[in-house]
């Protein structure tokens, strides 16, 4: 606890931090010994012969295609063996904390690009990087709290601490009311009031519009892009930007980017996706037909958004160039997804957005103009 009581000095000296310090504290303490740990029970093992698929929000990192199943390394999903039952591990599970690590690059991006304009504080990155991180694992607190009856019936989920009643819901939301207030009023005192707010309405969207939407309409896709593309924004308004073309730029790459990524994977594993209750674009798509025409709208969008900083005098002509070239190769794999209509045309889609990726954030990065 000599962390907790250091953080507590060097860096919460409010009232708030200090109560969901003492919160978080409380129930390690009390989970550590036991107390909590009531509902822990037999789980069983899985079989072998079971589908795991990703989920929403980047929950996936490699694609195996195997007796034309979606089976997906829990890397980045965050699963968990059945014996892993310590407090810690369950908490990196609950709060997606390897998930979230792309959420604290890309505002690291957007923190990186405002600094050629406004400055380099490595003080003001540290606290927007600490108070980004605390809300965004309170939100994947509370989006478990809100799914646990659809965790319970995938495979991939069905072991996280609150399906497997590992962790009691009480504890669940005392960690994640602690840790979305406590970024919330960092990033407002210890940053400035834009970051602060964008986080706000980052944690809204991702909580209360779109997780509910997943069961609802398949338009939740699209609503999961947003909280997906604000990051950059947040990083950017703690540099010192405001709501200007830059950062809109960075929302709308951010946004477009997710798109064929999201439809491409949710086409892998649509059979789970539906048995589990998601309505996605993907339900019902046997020949891929509908998901590779939006992969090939999304991909198009995304091609040609590299001329918005280009004309504007954002970034220099070699962006142009080659952000076209990594675009029109999305493109044509989109539409090699539709001709195809199989598992691995998909699969190659996908991968190919991981690729895609840092690779435009790196050009980007190299040529913005201060």
Known sequence: MKFYSWLSLQICDQSPWRIALGCVQLIYAKYESGLLDTHAHDRGTMRMGQTRCAGLCCEQSVIVNRNDLCIVSADMNDTITPAATGFRKDLAVLTKVRLNSFVLVTAFFGYFLGSRSF????????????????????????????????????????????????????????????????????????????????????????????????????????????????????????????????????????????????????????EEYESAGYQMWSNGDVSGQKSARLCVIFSVCLMLLPVWPFVTGMASWWWLVAALFLGARMVMLARRFGQEGERGSARRLFLYTLLYLPLALTVLALSWKA
């Open 119 to 270: 400055g380099w504080d490595g003080m003001i990155l540290v606290h927007t990087l600490l108070g980004t991180a605390a809300a965004a694992f309170g939100s994947a607190a509370f989006n478990q709290l809100m799914e646990i009856d659809l965790d319970a019936r995938m495979a991939r989920t069905a072991d996280r601490p609150l399906p497997s009643k590992r962790m009691d819901v009480l504890v669940a939301f005392v960690i994640g009311i602690s840790l979305s207030v406590f970024g919330l009023a960092h990033l407002s005192v210890k940053v400035n009031h834009l970051a602060a707010v964008l986080t706000l309405v980052t944690l809204v969207t991702y909580v209360f519009v779109y997780t509910p939407m997943k069961r609802k309409h398949s338009v939740n896709t699209l609503i999961g892009a947003v909280p997906g593309a604000i990051p950059p924004m947040i990083g950017w308004a703690a540099a010192g930007g405001g709501l200007d073309e830059h950062a809109w730029f960075l929302f709308a790459f951010m946004f477009l980017w997710q798109l064929p990524h999201f439809v491409a994977i949710n086409w892998i594993c649509r």
